[in-house]
């Protein structure tokens, strides 16, 4: 078993920027970052595994930077740029393949772009 604990988001105008944290409670091949928006499916925003090798979705890149630290066990989700239809929550996720959902959900972390 696998415990993701995010910390970061909030409400931050178009153009800012804002950091994500999720720290699991062992090492895992894969982490990454998923968001939902109100009437939308979950979607992949990027994922990173344990070699440094990340994918990003199409919406994201040249935006949002993914990194780990193995050392700590903890993902971050650096986000620049920010749009109001980046608005959604975003769920830490911990696997075992890249960009391939795995089994470990965080609790889920508000980002809301507004001015």
């Known amino acids: 078993q696998v415990q993701l604990v995010e910390s970061g988001g909030g409400l931050v105008q178009p153009g800012g920027s804002l950091r994500l944290s999720c720290a699991a409670s062992r090492s895992i091949s894969v982490m990454g970052w998923y968001r939902q928006a109100p009437a939308k499916q979950r979607e992949l925003v990027a994922s990173?595994?344990?070699?440094?090798?990340?994918n990003y979705a199409d919406s994201v890149k040249g935006r949002f930077t993914i990194s780990r630290d193995s050392a700590k066990n903890t993902v971050y989700l650096e986000m620049n740029s920010l749009k109001p239809e980046d608005t959604a929550v975003y769920h830490c996720?911990?696997?075992?393949?890249?960009?391939?959902?795995?089994?470990?959900w965080g609790q889920g972390t508000q980002v809301t772009v507004s001015s």
């Open positions: 990173i595994n344990y070699v440094g090798a990340r």
């Open positions: 996720n911990a696997g075992w393949a890249l960009g391939v959902p795995g089994s470990y």
